[in-house]
């Protein structure tokens, strides 16, 4: 089992680790004597793949040959391409640059070991290095398109990860048919001197049929799209066994004013709130309650073993892969309106300045009384303050609109004060496509994140970090959300970057300093590319024990509580609270949480990736359809080779290539993030405006090719003079 190994290599990786025997480790890690066999098992792969020795008195010892390092390789588009170092209690080493023709047959995902060849004498300068062995590879399995040649069947891998076709054996194999989508299974990887070989495991269907697509990246990403029948079978008795009028040992919220407010097309619904003002002291008392899925899963059920496997549902378009069966996740657990259901709440005191005094946790039975989407809202809200009452389509209770009004008013409260302790908002808006009556995608939007999303951010980022504060001080180990500071050198890249766009900044390293820079922006034409640009020279977030802090926050402690429908890390947290709550005692165990936290930071990761991946194939086959199309874009990036722009009606990015710039010769301003030409001193700089025509959509590799339109390469558009 793949956490088995990730728990000893944690353990082996520590400096204060001295050798132990097999079962003495087992011991030191809690592993289960039912789970021991499987435990020695991966002990004995660890050594048998060179990440783990036997000592002569039978003791395990970590193995790293001397002047290597081990990591995952990333490979970029050139052929070569970064290794980023495991880290090791806490400290991250610097990436390591593998040259084309270095890297063996990895391919990016893939665990590695790197032969160090030459260390840097600069520190902005990455050391080179060399693989000399594939731990563990990422994926075996791969989609891609069939097709025949001379009496063989190969496939052309989706995406760029390979440059050759891959051979896969006798034409027709599982009844393949030319242009269908397939999944492989990889034999032997290709490297510089071999095309690589694999074999057919499954047929999607004809490539453009529709479904394909989504089915395309399930299988690309390994997305876990069916639920094993133990699963299931738990699910319907938990069900079944479900009875509305069961509070008992439960605070009963069934009478109060509780709404929740979620996306219009919400499949599941796992955080609600209530609200109300104290007339005398002016305190709110503010109710964040959550779902509580942990009554229906409980640790080592089927249902826990598979949510722990999958680690957080996954959202695509048109189609959701939940954590748990929709009979749980869209069902019991679900906080539908006009149902009873179970809840663990977060009962928080705050003065009228938005300082929290106080918080209370309790299992709760609740009864929504309203639904609202986001747009509603928003609706409700404008309509208000244009008018003095909401609009009379939205028929709400007096109840219900002072509930709403005032969780407007606390809501900007927490925020200000949230923004003066010097948290960072990037905005990175979230892109929504749009379908016809086919299912056909007709177009795309930016998500608002508007008033009415910022209020139910700033109730859930409250209720996170009053949990963290909880946990934090009973001293007991729970999964925490960290964000670590930044490397001061990317921040100092940054501020160099902001400063060639025109805005001043003083100090790099002044979260404060930062913050105005994106307000700054937030209006301009450039504002994606600096918004994006901060976003790269920080570290992602991800959930370890660790406690690191979470820096866009500016929170010292920081837990995600709200979403245990969706996310593993939260079922953990609210299995502590609930123990809490029962015995007065909780526990957790470091080093497991460090193994589930890479874990469910992986899975994490994974999901983000294919929606993104999904997204953008969707697009490009809309516009494959539209060549020549015409769009205003914003240069989001610039290369010696070209720049890259982004469409503002449709939130894809194409590269005009410098080529196409047959008005002048242009060279690249490293400087400056600029192509200029030579004669004409035309420039074109990152967050310019340009315009462009939509000229080549390649599906297969997922490249988009833009022209600059004619009339703006002749100086009659937005073009930028220096």
Known sequence: MAEWETLILAELSKRSYQPLKPKALARKLGVPAADYAEFRGAIKRLVREGRAEMGKNHTVRPRQPHGTVAGIFRKVGSGAGYVRPHVIEGTAPPEIFIREGHCLD???????????????TRPDVCPTGEIIRVLERATRQFVGTYFERDGQGFVRVDGTVFSHSIFVGDPGAKGARPDDKVVFEML????PEDRGEGVITEVLGPRGQPGVDTLSIIRAFDLPDEFPEDALEEARAAAEGFRENDVHGREDFTGETIITIDPADARDFDDAVSLVRDSRSKHWLLGVHIADVAHFAPPGSALDREAR???????????????FPELISNGVASLQQGRVRY???????????????????????????????????????????????PPPAARLEPDVLTLLLHMRE????????????????????????????QGQVCGAHFVKHDISHQIIEEFMLAANEAVAEHLAELDVPFLRRVHP????????AFAEFARILGYKIERETDRFCLQRILNQSADQPEAHAVHYALLRSLKQAAYSPIAEGHYALASEHYCHFTSPIRRYPDLTIHRLLKRWLRTGRARGDETE???????????????????????????????????????????????????????????????VHISTLND?????????????????????RLGDKVRVNVVRVDLQRRQLDFRVCDDQRRGKGRGRHS
Not at 188 to 191: E, I, N
Not at 309 to 323: C, D
Not at 485 to 492: F, I, Y
């Open 593 to 655: 949480l460090i193994a589930l936290g890479e874990h469910c930071s992986k899975t994490e990761r994974r999901a983000d990736l294919a929606e993104r991946e999904l997204i953008k194939l969707k697009l490009l086959t809309f516009l494959s359809t539209r060549i020549g199309l015409e769009l205003e874009a914003i240069v989001t990036g610039v290369a010696d080779y070209g720049f890259f722009a982004e469409a503002e009606e449709w939130p894809v990015e194409g590269l």
């Open 485 to 492: 500071a930044p490397e001061p050198n990317k921040l100092k």
């Open 343 to 389: 809840v663990l709440s977060a009962l928080m005191d705050f003065t009228a300045a938005g300082q929290r005094t106080g918080v209370r946790f309790v299992e709760g039975a609740i009864r929504v009384r309203r639904r609202f989407t986001y747009d509603e809202v928003s609706a409700i809200f404008a309509h208000y303050d244009a008018h003095g009452e």
């Open 664 to 684: 002048d010769y242009y060279y690249f301003d490293e400087a400056s993030h600029s192509l200029i030409g030579r004669r004409t001193r035309r420039r074109y």
């Open 410 to 437: 606390l809501g900007l409260v927490l925020r200000q004060r949230r923004l003066k302790r010097g948290a960072l908002e990037l905005n990175m808006p979230e892109t929504e496509l749009e379908f016809d009556d």
């Open 106 to 120: 990895a391919v990016t995902g893939d665990e590695v070991l790197v032969r160090i060849l030459r260390q840097p």
């Open 188 to 191: 032997r990887f290709p490297t």
């Open 309 to 323: 496997k999958r680690g957080n549902s996954v959202y695509l378009p048109q189609r959701v892969l939940p954590m």
